[in-house]
């Protein structure tokens, strides 16, 4: 499967063996970058269909009569298609921000009630799951490693890391990083 980073740097860019002297492309924490997210027709790009499928729901939820209705049981049809494809469990009422990049989308698993916002990156196997009825929010420009485990009601800041395998059970500020299990900030 392609890897998305080589466009929009993540965890593995910007934390671990950065070159000095190659400035990364910044990545705003507020403004989606829709590129992130978009792919041409032929091009195998199972995390982007699936979030294109997300995406048709959104934007047929918000019409109305039957032309909307047809639209919306289609973009169903597609998401279940390609969730089996990707592994992902991202289901069709969570709010995410434009621009995030699924590199890996197998074993992602976020709750109903999370929040996503725009540029976040998720690797795969990652959990963003509720405690006590309260799921995540993560902010702008979040990167979230590989096998993390994001747990209840809590906020991470924008621009935030979190290290693969992290259990994350409280708020992360903003430009910082998590680590380890139960995760302790670095920085
Ligand atoms: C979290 C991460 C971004 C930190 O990178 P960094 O800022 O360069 O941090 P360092 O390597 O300098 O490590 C700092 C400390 O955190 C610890 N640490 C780093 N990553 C950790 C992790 N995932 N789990 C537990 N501890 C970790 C280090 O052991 C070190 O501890 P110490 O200060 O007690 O010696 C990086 O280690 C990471 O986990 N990246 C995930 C990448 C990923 O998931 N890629 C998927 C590709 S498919």
């Not at 890897?3 to 671990?16: E, K, N, Y």
């Not at 690797?123 to 993560?138: C, I, S």
Request: overall charge positive; charged content about 20%.
């Amino acid at each position: 499967m392609q890897h998305d980073s080589s466009r929009s740097p993540g965890l593995g860019v910007r934390a671990v063996g950065a070159h000095p002297q190659v400035a990364a492309p910044i990545v705003s924490a507020r403004d989606p970058d829709w590129s992130r997210e978009s792919k041409s027709f032929w091009s195998w790009h199972p995390s982007r269909s699936l979030l294109a499928s997300l995406r048709a729901y959104e934007r047929a939820s918000r019409g109305r009569g039957i032309g909307a209705a047809v639209s919306r049981r289609l973009a169903v049809l597609r998401h279940r298609f390609w969730s089996i494809v990707t592994g992902a469990d991202i289901p069709l009422e969570c709010r995410l921000g434009g621009g995030l990049l699924l590199p890996h989308p197998n074993g992602v698993v976020i709750h109903p009630r999370a929040e996503v916002g725009p540029n976040c990156l998720i690797f795969q196997q990652v959990t963003l799951g509720e405690v006590g009825g309260v799921a995540p929010r993560l902010g702008g420009h979040v990167d979230v490693g590989a096998g993390a485990k994001v747990l209840g009601g809590i906020v991470v800041g924008d621009d935030a890391l979190i290290g693969a395998n992290a259990v994350v059970l409280q708020d992360v500020p903003a430009g910082t990083t998590a680590v380890g299990v139960p995760a302790r900030i670095l920085r």
